[in-house]
Structure formats: C-alpha cells, structure tokens
C-alpha cells in the first residue's frame, strides 16, 4: 500500500510540476500565444531527445507493477481475482486516459518555452546529440532507478515520524472544528 501511495504521490507531483512551471515564471496564456513557432519545435525536440514519452510509458509499467503487487498483499480467491483484474483493468485505462502522452505533451512545451528561451532550449538540444549527452539519456533509467530507491529508503525512514506527527496532531485537533476550503474535498 504505501508503494501504490508513493507513485500516486509521485504522479499527483509530476503532473503539478506541468502546473506549477506556468506559475513560477509568471507565464499567462497571452504570453504564451507570443511564443514563436520555432521555440515551441525546438521545445519539442528537446522532449524527443529527453525520451520523454518514453519515461512515462515507464511510468505506466510501474505503477502497473505496483499495483499489482501493492494493492493486494494476498492472494485473491478465485471469487476475488475476476473482481480485481476487472478494477485494475479499468484504473490502468483510466491513467492511459487521464496521463496520456497527447495530453500532456502541450503543457509540457508550455512548461519548457516559458522557463527556457529557445536559445537555451537549442543549446541543451545540440548537447543531447552529443556523445555526452546520449551517455546522459542511455543511463538515465539507471539514475532514475537509483533515486526511486534513496526515495524509496528515505520515506521508509521518514514515514513512521509522519505517522507520530499525524497522530500528535489529531490528538490535538480532537474536538476542534475545522472548516476546509470551499473547494477541498475529502
């Protein structure tokens, strides 16, 4: 279960990075449309050359794997498992959906042109091609891997202190009316 969290959290986080590069850089839909075409291509380009679809169909097989493993430490009858295959089907197409490459391939150039000019965007472009910079995007899986497991060992150890603080925390608010924002749902 907390695998199945973690790459929740992480998508909820990757998707909110999309997000939140427009608002860093101050970036508004009238600025963007100012954007030139070649900047917008060279952005893509460097998407391309960053395998970028491809890490996210990775991203799939993961969360694949974790939910299959994850979401049911047990294993299920031969009542169950008809059900299951059935709900894990239908959150796999639901991610393919929701998280699919085309949709969020253009907020992902938006992201790019508006942090990076199309100078720089080139120059990391150019690197790419380079002897280093295939070395850079052939390890790149292994890198990744490695920083998932020091996340991995890091929230393990992280965790039970987040526990305690929950708990100290309901504690306190016990008896406590809260009153969420308008629109917070739980």
């Known amino acids: 279960?907390?695998?199945?969290?973690?790459?929740?959290?992480?998508?909820?986080?990757?998707?909110?990075?999309?997000?939140?590069?427009?608002?860093?850089?101050?970036?508004?839909?009238?600025?963007?449309?100012?954007?030139?075409?070649?900047?917008?291509?060279?952005?893509?380009?460097?998407?391309?050359?960053?395998?970028?679809?491809?890490?996210?169909?990775?991203?799939?097989?993961t969360v694949e794997q974790a939910i299959a493993?994850?979401?049911l430490p047990i294993t299920p009858s031969s009542e169950s498992k008809p059900i299951i295959d059935k709900y894990i089907k239908i959150i796999k197409q639901a991610m393919k959906e929701e998280v699919s490459w085309e949709k969020m391939k253009p907020p992902l150039v938006d992201a790019y042109v508006s942090v990076y000019s199309e100078k720089i965007i080139k120059q990391a472009a150019r690197f790419y091609r380079s002897e280093a910079g295939k070395q850079m995007l052939q390890h790149q899986p292994e890198i990744m891997n490695a920083s998932t497991a020091i996340i991995k060992d890091m929230s393990a150890k992280l965790l039970p202190?987040?526990?305690?603080?929950?708990?100290?925390?309901?504690?306190?608010?016990?008896?406590?009316?809260?009153?969420l924002p308008k629109n917070t749902s739980l």
């Open 69 to 71: 493993n994850k979401i």
């Open 161 to 179: 202190r987040l526990q305690v603080i929950q708990f100290d925390m309901a504690k306190e608010l016990q008896g406590v009316k809260i009153t």
């Open 1 to 61: 279960m907390k695998m199945i969290l973690t790459c929740i959290i992480t998508i909820t986080l990757s998707l909110n990075v999309v997000a939140s590069a427009k608002e860093r850089s101050g970036s508004t839909e009238k600025q963007l449309k100012t954007i030139t075409t070649s900047h917008r291509k060279a952005a893509e380009e460097l998407l391309e050359l960053n395998n970028a679809e491809s890490v996210l169909i990775a991203t799939y097989a």
